[in-house]
């Protein structure tokens, strides 16, 4: 009976805090952000992920642009 009440008391903790927090996460609007200060910023969730998403890009990017400029060299042949 005891590993129930247990379970039940761990549960309820976890999950309820979370959706509180996301839930009052403030919005660019309400900061008064404007131009790409409102796409790129530090204090709202969509703004990290922009963040995240050009840094992963850029990485991506240049990764294959060096692949593509590096010259495919040929096995010489031997005389």
Known sequence: MNGVILRRTLRAPLSRPMVRRM???P???EL???GWK???NTQTIVGRRNIVLAVYGGCIGGYFL???RKPKEKPQEAA
Do not use: D, P
């Open 66 to 68: 060096m692949k593509m």
């Open 27 to 29: 919005t660019g609007e």
């Open 23 to 25: 839930a009052s996460q």
């Open 38 to 40: 409102y796409h790129f």
């Open 32 to 34: 008064g952000l404007t």
